[in-house]
Nanobody, 126 residues
């Protein structure tokens, strides 16, 4: 069973930074594209960022490009999301996800991802 566990969320002021982590059990994330999604209260889940299995290619939603950085450490079975210059509209539950198939090009559709963590809350106050 695939297990993904997020950490690093919290409450910060606008303009601050946070670093989220997504840890997977051994070898469940290697060879898979991984992604971060978020869901704000009363809104639909939205794509944030994705990284290919090698870590060489990254993709971002327009709303976070230039402020967020996704990365991964396959040796540690962990993915990260560095979030800088946080805004109130970044407030949401952030979940990590693993693509359904190995070595796939990342997409922004939640349906492409078959394994999900439970999420970590990020709250940005002004």
């Amino acid at each position: 069973q695939v297990q993904l566990v997020e950490s690093g969320g919290g409450t910060v002021q606008a303009g601050d930074s946070l670093r989220l982590s997504c840890a997977g059990s051994a070898d469940i994330v290697v060879d898979y594209t991984m992604a971060w999604f978020r869901q704000a209260a009363g809104k639909e889940r939205e794509f944030v960022a994705a990284v290919t299995w090698s870590g060489r290619d990254t993709f971002y939603a327009d709303s976070v490009r230039g402020r967020f950085t996704i990365s991964r450490d396959n040796g540690a079975n962990t993915m990260y999301l560095q979030m800088n210059s946080l805004k109130r509209e970044d407030t949401a539950i952030y979940c990590c996800a693993r693509h359904r198939r190995q070595w796939e090009v990342p997409g922004a559709a939640a349906g492409e991802y078959g394994s999900w963590g439970r999420g970590t809350q990020v709250t940005v106050s002004s």
